[in-house]
Each structure stands twice: as structure tokens, then as C-alpha cells.
């Protein structure tokens, strides 16, 4: 278990940690300086051998005392990502391993919320079962940002077709809007940019809160730095903003944040620094 809040267990559900893309090329606004700075803030989070940012996939697992909630499924099995050979085609059972090092199985889970619809963040949405998709979690219900669903509807790429599409033809998918909320524990906090519907997640037990972030920030780098515009990101300005305001409020509650492609351990907390932010981080 990562960490409990309130009563809610944390659990990491890890699948990959390994290289991805030079700083360079992921914050194209942040100076030729940018890797060292990165490393200066997160320790070890640049690989010494290839100058790539080191970058967890990982989703996070949420135990309340009604639900057992998926928030975001990683790349998945047998996915079309020829542009990421990492990501390409991929067969490993680490993400499986890590459901059930939590206890649970396929099955057991109520809910999946998707933070946003990239390939790295649905991808076990689905599994191929005989030569067709499937929805991977037979009882849950998807939630997913509507924003964002409609965009890749026309579009219809293969991660559409593949880790999407099947969700919505089972009948399995609930097109949600920010500020939707799942029982009393998980809410839907509005952090568009990086996607049009774009949605951090809230967790609160008693007085005890947690934000996970989503690709609002991808390092902690950018709490010092919150303006740094990301290659991936689908409104520069607008995931500035929403950062900003994130940060402000994971300062302003004092609570847990869970950053979803932060350097492991990937928690800590936000504290406001002279008109910008720090990030603490809890071993």
C-alpha cells in the first residue's frame, strides 16, 4: 500500500519506470538549461545514459469503504503506439501483478476513472480476447472525461478504436463532466490543457485529503516551474493555468498529492514559495 487517506487504502498500480523523452524535448519553452535544472529539483529522475526524463506509468488504486476505483490504466497489452516503441505492442503482466499484490482482480473493480484519454492513461481499459477488444474490468463502469471522448471520436485512431470504443459499444461508459462526484470520497476536479477535458482526482476521508494529478504536471520540477509549456499538451496557456491553480490549492488544503508520472515514489506534498511552489516529497 502507497498510503492511506483517512480510511481509503492508496495503492500504486505500476507498469512501467523507465526512459522516455530528453527534457529538452518535453518542455520546449524551458531553456537549454532545462535538464540540469529538472535533475537539480528531482534527484536521478534524468537517465545518466540516454539525457531522458525517467517517467512512471502508473495508475493509482482507490479502496474506499464502498468502492474499489481504478484512477487511470496505463498503456495496456497489444496496443497500437508505433510512435512510442516502448509503449508498441507491449506484452508484460506488471500491471496485473500490481492489482493483485492489492488484493484484487479484473473483477473487482467498481469504477475506472480516466484523468484524460491518451494512450497511457487507457490502455487497460481493454485487453484483446480472441482477436477483439474487451473491456478489461467486466463489472466496472469507465468514467470519462466527455470533452475528451468526443474529440476522439472524430478523430478515431487506434486508441479510440482500440481501449476506448469497446467501453462505450459494452454499454460500460459513463461520459462525465469535471466537478462529477463518485460516492462521498472521489471527486472530479477541473484541470484542462493538457486535453480539453482534463481532470485532476480528489479523495477526501473525514479530514484528510489526497489530489492525484494526472498530466496536469508531469514532474515535480514544475512546482519552481509552472510555466514551462509540455510537448503533449493540448492548450499550453490553458495547462498553465490549470497548473497554477492546482498547485494553488494542493498548497492551500495542505493535502497528500499523487503525481502520476512523478519520479518514485511520486508522493509528497505542495507548499507555497515566493510567488511559486515546492514540492516535499514523503519517502
Given at each position: 500500500?502507497?498510503?492511506?487517506?483517512?480510511?481509503?487504502?492508496?495503492?500504486?498500480?505500476?507498469?512501467?519506470?523507465?526512459?522516455?523523452?530528453?527534457?529538452?524535448?518535453?518542455?520546449?519553452?524551458?531553456?537549454?538549461?532545462?535538464?540540469e535544472?529538472?535533475?537539480?529539483?528531482?534527484?536521478?529522475?534524468?537517465?545518466?545514459?540516454?539525457g531522458?526524463?525517467?517517467?512512471?506509468?502508473?495508475?493509482?488504486?482507490?479502496?474506499?469503504?464502498?468502492?474499489?476505483?481504478?484512477?487511470?490504466?496505463?498503456?495496456?497489452?497489444?496496443?497500437?503506439?508505433?510512435?512510442?516503441?516502448?509503449?508498441?505492442?507491449?506484452?508484460?503482466?506488471?500491471?496485473?501483478?500490481?492489482?493483485?499484490?492489492a488484493?484484487?482482480?479484473?473483477?473487482?473493480?467498481?469504477?475506472?476513472?480516466?484523468?484524460?484519454?491518451?494512450?497511457?492513461?487507457?490502455?487497460?481499459?481493454?485487453?484483446?480476447?480472441?482477436?477483439r477488444?474487451?473491456?478489461?474490468?467486466?463489472?466496472?463502469?469507465?468514467?470519462?472525461?466527455?470533452?475528451?471522448?468526443?474529440?476522439?471520436?472524430?478523430?478515431?485512431?487506434?486508441?479510440?478504436?482500440?481501449?476506448?470504443l469497446?467501453?462505450?459499444e459494452?454499454g460500460?461508459?459513463?461520459?462525465?463532466?469535471a466537478?462529477?462526484?463518485?460516492?462521498?470520497?472521489?471527486?472530479?476536479?477541473?484541470?484542462p490543457?493538457?486535453?480539453?477535458?482534463?481532470?485532476?482526482?480528489?479523495v477526501?476521508s473525514?479530514?484528510?485529503?489526497?489530489?492525484i494529478?494526472?498530466?496536469?504536471?508531469?514532474?515535480?520540477?514544475q512546482?519552481?516551474?509552472?510555466?514551462?509549456?509540455?510537448?503533449?499538451?493540448?492548450?499550453?496557456?490553458?495547462?498553465?493555468?490549470?497548473?497554477i491553480?492546482?498547485l494553488?490549492?494542493?498548497?492551500?488544503?495542505?493535502c497528500?498529492?499523487?503525481?502520476?508520472?512523478?519520479?518514485?515514489?511520486?508522493?509528497?506534498?505542495?507548499?507555497?514559495?515566493?510567488?511559486?511552489?515546492?514540492?516535499?516529497g514523503?519517502?
Open positions: 500500500m502507497l498510503c492511506k487517506v483517512g480510511n481509503i487504502e492508496v495503492w500504486r498500480i505500476l507498469e512501467i519506470n523507465g526512459p522516455f523523452l530528453r527534457p529538452e524535448e518535453l518542455y520546449p519553452t524551458a531553456g537549454p538549461d532545462v535538464a535544472i529538472v535533475e537539480s529539483h528531482a534527484p536521478g529522475s534524468v537517465c545518466c545514459h540516454s531522458r526524463l525517467i517517467l512512471p506509468i502508473q495508475g493509482f488504486l482507490l479502496k474506499t469503504p464502498t468502492h474499489t476505483i481504478l484512477v487511470d490504466s496505463c498503456v495496456g497489452n497489444d496496443k497500437t503506439v508505433p510512435g512510442v516503441p516502448d509503449w508498441h505492442q507491449r506484452s508484460d503482466s506488471r500491471f496485473e501483478a500490481s492489482l493483485s499484490a488484493g484484487v482482480g479484473f473483477e473487482d473493480i467498481d469504477y475506472v476513472l480516466c484523468t484524460h484519454l491518451h494512450t497511457d492513461h487507457v490502455g487497460w481499459n481493454t485487453r484483446l480476447m480472441d482477436g477488444w474487451i473491456p478489461t474490468f467486466p463489472n466496472a463502469r469507465y468514467l470519462m472525461p466527455a470533452a475528451d471522448e468526443q474529440v476522439h471520436r472524430l478523430r478515431n485512431g487506434d486508441m479510440y478504436l482500440e481501449s476506448v469497446p467501453v462505450v459494452a460500460q461508459a459513463e461520459l462525465v463532466q466537478g462529477h462526484m463518485l460516492g462521498d470520497h472521489v471527486s472530479l476536479m477541473p484541470t490543457g493538457h486535453t480539453p477535458g482534463h481532470v485532476s482526482i480528489m477526501k473525514g479530514k484528510h485529503e489526497a489530489m494529478t494526472g498530466d496536469a504536471l508531469h514532474s515535480t520540477a512546482c519552481w516551474y509552472p510555466d514551462w509549456h509540455f510537448k503533449y499538451d493540448a492548450d499550453a496557456e490553458m495547462a498553465v493555468t490549470s497548473r491553480q492546482l494553488e490549492a494542493a498548497a492551500e488544503k495542505d497528500v498529492v499523487l503525481g502520476s508520472h512523478f519520479s518514485l515514489p511520486s508522493i509528497g506534498r505542495v507548499k507555497a514559495e515566493l510567488g511559486a511552489f515546492r514540492w516535499h514523503q519517502s
